[in-house]
C-alpha cells in the first residue's frame, strides 16, 4: 500500500512561471519530509526537506508547503527554470523509529523555455 | 571526489542466476541503503545497514541478499528465488543512521534478467 502518493505523473510550465508539485501521505506518524530530484540516469539528490514542526521551508527559488492536517505537502519552484526539468520525488519518515523513507512515485516536471 | 558509485550501469542475466550489484561510497558514511524502482512505483527499500557487520531487512527484502564487511562497501545479490528482478536499483548512503540525515544516491543500476 503506496504510503506517499504523487497523483500527477507529469506536469508542464512555461519558464519563468510557477512549478507546484503535490505529494499526499497517509501515515500520520511521518514527520520529516524531503523532496528529491532526479535526472535521467542519475541517482536522486536531496532538494528540500521540513519537519512537521513547521509548515513552510524556503530555499532559494524553492519551497515546501506542509498541511498537517490535510496530510499534504507541496514544493514550489519560482521562477522555474529548464534545468529544473527533472523526475521530482517526495519521501517521508517518522524520526524516533527506524531510519525507513517511504517515496513517492515521483512527478515529472518540463520547463518549457 | 567524493560520492557513491555503482556498477555496471546495465546487467543483463539469464533466468535461475544469481546476480551481484556493487555499490562503493568514499564519504565515509556509516549507514548504506539498497532501493529498487519500477516503473509507476515509488523507490523501494531492500536492505539498510546501519554499521559495519549489521545490515535490516526492509520492506521488499524477499530474494535478495547483502553483506556489510567495509564501511565502503555494501554489495546486493539477487538471487534466483527473487520473482520479478527486473527493475532499477538505487544504492545510497548517509552519514549516520539518522533520519534526518540526508541520503546520497548512486547513479543506479538496470538489471534486465532475460
Known amino acids: 500500500d503506496q504510503q506517499v502518493k504523487q497523483n500527477s505523473p507529469s506536469l508542464s510550465v512555461q519558464e519563468g512561471r510557477i512549478s507546484i508539485l503535490n505529494c499526499d501521505y497517509t501515515n500520520s506518524m511521518f514527520d520529516y519530509f524531503l523532496w528529491y530530484k532526479k535526472y535521467p540516469a542519475e541517482g536522486p539528490t536531496f532538494l528540500i526537506s521540513?519537519?512537521?514542526?513547521?509548515d513552510k521551508n524556503e530555499d532559494g527559488r524553492f519551497t515546501v508547503f506542509l498541511n498537517k492536517s490535510a496530510k499534504h505537502l507541496s514544493l514550489h519552484i519560482v521562477p522555474s527554470q529548464p534545468g529544473d526539468s527533472a523526475v521530482y520525488f517526495c519521501a517521508a519518515t517518522t524520526l524516533k523509529t527506524g531510519n525507513q523513507f517511504y517515496f513517492g512515485t515521483g512527478t515529472s516536471l518540463t520547463v518549457i523555455p | 571526489d567524493g560520492g557513491i558509485t555503482q556498477s555496471p550501469k546495465y546487467l543483463f542475466r539469464k533466468e535461475g542466476q544469481n546476480v551481484t550489484l556493487s555499490c562503493e561510497q568514499n564519504?565515509?558514511?556509516?549507514?548504506m541503503y539498497w532501493y529498487r524502482q519500477d516503473p509507476g512505483q515509488g523507490l523501494r527499500l531492500i536492505y539498510y545497514s546501519q554499521i559495519v557487520n549489521d545490515f535490516q531487512k526492509g520492506d521488499i527484502a524477499e530474494g535478495y541478499s547483502v553483506s556489510r564487511e567495509k564501511k565502503e562497501s555494501f554489495p546486493l545479490t539477487v538471487t534466483s528465488a527473487q520473482k520479478n528482478p527486473t527493475a532499477f536499483y538505487l544504492c545510497?548512503?548517509?552519514?549516520?543512521?539518522?533520519?534526518?540525515?540526508?541520503?546520497?544516491f548512486g547513479p543506479g543500476t538496470r538489471l534486465t534478467v532475460l
Open positions: 545510497a548512503s548517509s552519514r549516520t543512521a539518522i533520519n534526518s540525515d540526508t541520503q546520497y
Open positions: 564519504l565515509n558514511h556509516d549507514a
Open positions: 521540513i519537519s512537521s514542526i513547521k
